[in-house]
Each structure stands twice: as structure tokens, then as C-alpha cells.
């Protein structure tokens, strides 16, 4: 096929590009390029190799290096790194360890046993680890092996009638093995294919994939790219158009009802799934989604569940479907339904472990659903981040299309429950689970900072974001919050998975505008946080404002009345606004108000600015009680912090310093003179060190921690020891 055939896929082999690298980046090529179509590979899945000459450090002879995708990578950002290499004829000789066994085959203890021997053959202190498909690329004797999770390749292996299909679409070109749990054995029976039927180019593996084979790379990449073209046309002839999933039943709803509906339920139903573990969501409404959730035929696929192990484990056995006419029934009866759904949800998802369990099983996991679908509105996913919810949006989304392909050419057929409960519950993903690190303090929390584009605001966002917390960066600036934002997001990453529609397709910060004095602002500002994350959890708020007065000591009426609006008004506001969500989703968290050293030690001239802190004080012991239990309030007052602050401006600090007699050139930079004048102060307090943003950040990000799960309704001072603002 020439590189203008495919119309399925997206051919991106250059030459003048591949022909430059060395044969390991030209694996790492072929596997970007292959990882950026999720026609032809979901993220995460799939994985690719080759066996390369090398020269044996140990020897200094020429040998065969198997390189083959490591343990956890994905192939459209894989590196070089991401790449396990191999002796060859190592690998091969743990052949005979697998024999020797009294016991072996899938699912074996031997089999399992298999993973760990592969590090011994590693190939020049490597410390990428090989995966469990090592053998489907180590066992095919060709140079270059691709493994696919195509969506027109999965179709075909979860049909009903799998085998004839594969027949009739690739005539004898592409095998077909049935289903079997990757592993030693899975290899083992693909090479005896290849025995019986040399002539092969590849196999369709039953329920899961796709897998081809060449001695050369790009025609490896070529032969991927044409039978996935191949399948993908196939299916094309034989497309039901309107019929598909047997018709629509409901219609969708317009993007500003959707969104309306979604703002009321979002929270609610974040709060019931996650009783056990607190989930962040994704909303994805395109139109494949939407033609399958309005569909006649939902119920009876949503039901069957997912195909492919990889889509599988994010899914979950099934997802939730609620049957609900979006044009004839009201929210309040959707939200029923979900309740009623989720209680048997979580009594299938029992049974089914009950059912499936082995003696030696790891405990049950979280019995809630990872995607709910509704019509009319869409496909809402949960994960422990934003990275693994977009994940799960993208594979049932995927899984959708490889229903409509399977039901077009067959029927579709989902995994057995017991083979989905033996990769579920496999004590090889209970050993991945167990040596993951542990979780972050703030991780599943989705956490609004206001007043996130500068000083403390914007040293908080970078604090909570380092313990794992989702940050909505909010400023009245908008373009200083997305800076910060811009700052987490290139910290930490996008994550992965290609999903999520509008606001939702975010990644672990966002930033937003907000002007806290307007109570629509705020609303505006907690919806799309609501949308982008599901729900709302912690809020600290940092924005203040601090008025001079002018030489007179006066301060006009408008000022005094913007100080008590953004100091006491706007926290109020914001307080207001959150309760209505915190309540609906039942789910505890915190509160932090920023107010002042002043609250609490009267001055000359800032008569407006301390009163209002003094007010901001008491009102962090009132919200307290008005949102107890589920929302713990607490003041943070700091004092004289200079440093970074837009509150001290450089005439502000040059006044300061001339004021107290200090020496100074004027040709010194600000930040410069703030130090100066952050040393001067530190000498009035009692521990006599300059008080820095990140004793302020540290003291909110613990405010809004576990560690301070038993306080609220107080104000904690980072003072440096400011004797007259001790509180009594
Ligand atoms: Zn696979």
C-alpha cells in the first residue's frame, strides 16, 4: 500500500527522520509514531520491539538484543528509556526453567513466576524492567514484532464469530489464537502457530488485539498500518449507519442544559462513589458517546462490558447505564436512578466477586463504578487523578467504538467474567499495586486557591501541588492564575489519557479568573471547576487588599468600602457559594481564610484594613459553626511578609526604609530592598527571622491537611511572634 492508501489510520513513517537514529531510537520512533493514532493503540497500550546486533560489553562479541517496551510505558511518549533490552539467548534458555515445571501453562504459579526471571537476562545494566508481553516479542522469530490494540482489530477479536471473521477479512494472512491471559504460555502458542503456518504475517488475539511481525522495521510498521486498514474498511462496507447500536432512543441536550444538569450532579454523585475513595471526574460528550448512550441497544452492551484487558482494568466489569429520558423526566428523577443504580451496581460487582474468587484472591476493591453513563448527557468517569479519569473516558469511549465495529460485522462479546476477574484480581497487578509509593497527602482533592497569581496564593498553589492536590488557581487577574497554573502543569505534567471535553479535558492545575466581591463571579468560578474536576473540595483563599490612606491619614469612603468587600465580604461570598456543593457532595474538607496580624493589633492609619481582619477573624469562627461537620474553617494571619508580596511595592519599600532610617541604594532591585526591609522587621518579633511566602504556604497547605483534621475555628499566626497580636 502506498503511504496515501490509508484512510483509516495516519501514516507518519519518514525516512528522513528514522534513517538518522540508531536501531534503538528507531524502535523508539516506530513506537511514537504508532502511540499517537488511538485508532491503532489506546494509551498505555500495546507495545512494540526489535532485536538488534549488539556488541556484548562482557565479551566483546556481537549478539542479539531483544528490545522490547518496558513494564508501565506508553508507547506515543515513550523514550529510550521506556525500552527493556535483552540477551536474546538468555531469554531463550529460560525456555527450559518454564519446562522443568511439574505444573505449567496459563495461569500457572510457574507462568506467573516467568516476570521475574526476565531482569537476568538484562542486556547493559538496564533498569527498564520487561513486561508481561516480553515472550509475545522474544518467542516470534522475526527481527521487528508490533502489538496493537487496534479498534477494527479488537472488534474483529470480540466477535462472536471471531475466527471466520479473521478469515474473511485477511484471508489467511493474519492467524487467530483464542483468548489466553498474556504470559510465558501466550508466547509459547503463537510460536507453534507460526510452526504450523509459516507463511503467517501476524495474529488476531481473541478478545484483546493484534499482533504482526517483519525482519525489517518500517515494513513491520507498514504491515500493522495496512491490516489495521484492512479491518478498518471491512467494517466500513458493513457500517449500519442509523441502525447502529438498533437506533436512537433519546435525544441529547443542547450544551447549556447539559452543562446546567451536569453542575447539579456532578458533586452529588462524586459524593456517592466516593464513599470509600475519593474520586476526581471526567465528563466526555462527543458524538460517539452520544449516539451510543441514546441508543436502543445501551443497556444490553453496557451490560456485556468491555473486550480488551487494557480498556478492562479501567472500566471495570461494566459500567453504570441509567435509563432516563432526558427530554420526559426531571434532574431529581435522574438522581434517583442513580442512587438506585449505584446500590446495584455495588451488589453485582459482590457478587460477581464472590462468584469469581479464588482461595488465594486479594480483598475486594472498591465496589463503586469508574464510568456512568447517561442519555442525553454523556460519559462521566472517575480516577484517582485527572491523568487516570481521562484515561478511563478514553477507553470506554474506545471500547464504544469497538461495540459499533463488532455489532456491525457480528455481535459482540465481552470477556468472560471469570478471565476479567483473573486479570482484575491477578496477584502480578496486586504486587504492582502494593509497590506503588503511597499516596500524597492531597492527592484525590480538587483545590481552589484564590488569589493564586501572586504572594502567598501563588506559594500555596505550588506547595499543595507538590502533596498530590488538583490546583484551580483563581485571581482576579486571569492571566497571572494561568501563568501559575502554567507553572504546576509544567512541573507535573499533563498526565496521560487523550479524553474530556471542554474545561474537563484539563490537566492537575487550571487557572480562572474570579472577582470575589461579585457573587456570580464566584458561582461562574466553582461551576467550571465543578465541570473540569467533578466536584469541589478545599479552598483556601489568600486575596486580600491593604488601602494607604492618603498623607492626611484618610481613607475614602469607596476604598473603605472595597476593603471590607474583598477582606470580609468576598471570603463570606465565596463561603456561601461552596456550602450549597460541599453539602451536596457530603464529603468532608477545609476552608483557610487569610487574614492578619492586624486583626488583632490596632495601628495608626490602617483603620479600614484591621478592623476588616479583625472582622475576617470572627468570621472564621462563625463559618466554622455554620459548616461543621463537613467543613473545617481556619484562619492563617501572617504579618510583614515582604517578600514577593504586591502588597509592598517598591515606593511602598523605599518609603518603609527611609522611614526607619535605613541605608539604601536607589539603583538596588526591589527584591533586594525587600530584603532589607524583611530583616528590619524580623528584629521586632521574637524569633527574629524574615518572614517568608513559604512559612505562609506551608502553614495553609497544613491547615487544609489530614494532620490538622481535628481544628477549626482558629487562627494560626506566621507572624514570626508578634507578642501584641497574641490572640486572648
Ligand atoms: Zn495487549
Redesign the pocket.
Known sequence: MKSTDFRHVNYLWDDNAANQLDAVERLRYRSNILGVDQRITNTG???TSSKIRMTDPLSGEEVDVLWVKGSGGDLRTSTRANFASLYMDKFLSLENIYNKADVKGVKTEIEDSMVDTYRHATFGLNPATGSI?TPLHGLIPFRHVD?M?PISAIAIAASKDQEGLTQEVFGGEVGWVHWQR?GFDLGLVMREELRKNPNLKGLI?GQ??LINWADDDKACYELTLSLIERAALYIEQHDKGENTFGGQKYESLNEKTRNEILIKLLPVLRGKVSQTNRFIGTVQVTENVLQFVNSVDAPRLAEIGTS???HFLRTKIKPLYVDWDPQAESVESLLQKLESGLVQYRSDYASYYEACKHPNSPAMRDPNPTVILIPGLGLIAWGKNKSESRVTAEFYSLAIEVMRSSEAISEYQGLPRQEAFDIEYWLLEEAKLKRMPPEKEMARNAVVVIGAGSGIGKATAHRIAKEGAHVICADLSESTAQETADELIKMYGLGIGVAGTGISGCGPAIGLGVDITNRESIKRLLESVILAYGGVDNIIITAGIFVPPDKQGYIPDDKWALTYAINVTGPYLVADEAKRIWQAQVLKTSLVITTSANGAVAKQGSVAYDTSKAAANHMVRELAIELAPLVRVNGLAPATVVEGSSMFPRERVTSSLSKYNIEFDESESTESLRGKLALFYAQRTLTKSPITLADQAEIAYLLSSSKFSKTTGQIISVDGGLHEAFLR
Open positions: 497500550g500495546g507495545n508481553d502489538h490494540h498474556p488475539m484483546h488485539g480488551c484487558p487494557d
